[in-house]
């Protein structure tokens, strides 16, 4: 107990520097975010006349036609690019589109498929997730024979995530490019080349290119991420690590939650909740998908996804009820300092419920099985070592 007030302690105390230091980062990264090593990506060329967008995403309106059909058109464009035009730079990889600037100077995104590397340049790349020959395809279509010759004593070796490979051309559905304007994903496929004996075509989903970020990423959180995980590893421990790190905007809200209330003391301790959580909340669903596109958890698994929703919402209430209590508790109701504590706490009851369920098998044989879900009812008595005030709290506790 001394020694998470003394944690506490020296959180308010060092917040200014926390802050600061804090805020350095968020600088840093965001100057990062916009470095991409372009040696990854030695002379590209438009391989298709395709429009240049000025957003990541979108850009495109769907019209109805004279006959009753509708047919997308591009809305926000600088024009088009031409076939065999050369990119100078790449500024921005995110989920499907390339931020880049052309050789007569023009800036903006270009949908991947179109951007090839030239005969003396590459595109590196790395894999997202372990695959085996029979993922290595030789048409773009995943009916399509595998490319490298089956072969029984190897038909089992996998290629394993962060593997390296090279790009050396894309394939998307002309005909639905044409008709959407959008390069869906999963009419994408990518000519991957592991080494000179394996090299055929994957869907884009294996592969991540260096600096290639889901569209809602943020930059400045995805970037020490991706760093962190790729020097642990990028396995087990890096995922751990991840987790410990992901009570950091817990902490902040705590940070935030002293500061508000120090600012503006006339906050009731319930408004002051309510305005932390409008925080929080938000805040983990922003950060959930850059941790999560930027962590080890990121491997084309369903489960692995659905572990991780459930894990930032564990994170996120957990923390909130940790700050709900901490605030009806340490926060005095009447002089609004942070100086309360509770001096002695009533244990009232416990209420156990059983719940059996009972099922049974076509053959009869029945199981069951019962769940005891035990709730302990506490009294606090609080105090305000500030003014003197006391008060008292009821709370219910989860056994
Ligand atoms: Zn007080």
């Not at 993922?135 to 089956?150: C, G, L």
């Not at 506490?378 to 219910?396: A, E, I, M």
Request: net charge positive; glycine share 6%; charged share 25%.
């Amino acid at each position: 107990m001394n020694l998470i007030y003394l944690i506490k302690d020296s959180i308010v105390k060092w917040r200014y520097y926390i802050i600061g230091i804090l805020i350095l980062g968020l600088i840093t990264a965001i100057i990062a975010s916009n470095l991409i090593d372009n040696k990854k990506y030695k002379s590209l060329v438009i391989t298709w006349e395709t429009p240049i967008f000025l957003n990541s995403t979108g850009g495109t309106l769907g019209v109805k036609q004279e006959d009753g059909s509708w047919k997308k058109k591009i809305v926000n464009s600088i024009g088009n690019a031409t076939k065999e035009q050369k990119v100078t730079k790449v500024h921005r990889i995110r989920e499907q589109r390339v931020l880049v600037t052309l050789d007569d100077d023009r800036k903006g995104w270009i949908d991947l498929p179109f951007l090839w590397p030239s005969d003396s340049g590459k595109i590196e790349a790395r894999l997202i997730t372990d695959i085996k020959f029979e993922d290595i395809k030789a048409e773009p279509t995943k009916y399509s024979n595998q490319s490298v010759k089956y072969d029984s004593k190897r038909a089992n070796k996998r290629f394993k995530r962060n593997s390296n490979i090279e790009v050396t051309a894309w394939y998307t559905d002309k005909e639905s490019y044409e008709k959407n304007l959008t390069a869906y994903p999963s009419y994408t496929w990518a000519y991957i080349v592991i080494n000179e004996e394996t090299k055929g075509w994957v869907p884009l989903k294996h592969i991540r290119l260096y600096g290639q970020m889901t569209d809602s990423a943020v930059a400045s959180i995805w970037l020490p991420i991706r760093w962190i995980s790729e020097l642990l590893g990028d396995g087990f421990f890096a995922g751990l690590f991840v987790l410990l790190l992901y009570g950091i905007p817990i902490l902040i809200a705590f940070l935030l939650a002293r500061f508000l209330s120090e600012i503006m003391k006339f906050l009731p301790n319930f408004i002051l909740f309510v305005i932390i959580s409008a925080i929080v909340v938000p805040t983990y669903f922003a950060v959930f998908t850059s941790v999560f596109d930027a962590s080890s958890y990121n491997q084309n698994s369903g489960l692995l996804m659905f572990l991780f929703v459930l894990l930032t919402g564990s994170v996120t209430l957990g923390g909130l009820s940790g700050i709900f209590q901490e605030i009806r508790e340490s926060r005095c109701p009447k002089c609004k300092e942070w100086e309360g504590g509770a001096y002695q706490r009533d244990h009232l009851g416990t209420t156990t419920t059983t719940k059996t369920t009972t099922t049974t098998y076509s053959d009869g044989r029945k199981d069951i099985t019962s769940n005891k879900d035990v709730v302990e009812d506490w009294k606090d008595y609080c105090k305000c070592y500030n003014c003197g005030y006391t008060w008292t709290l009821y709370r219910k506790e989860r056994k």
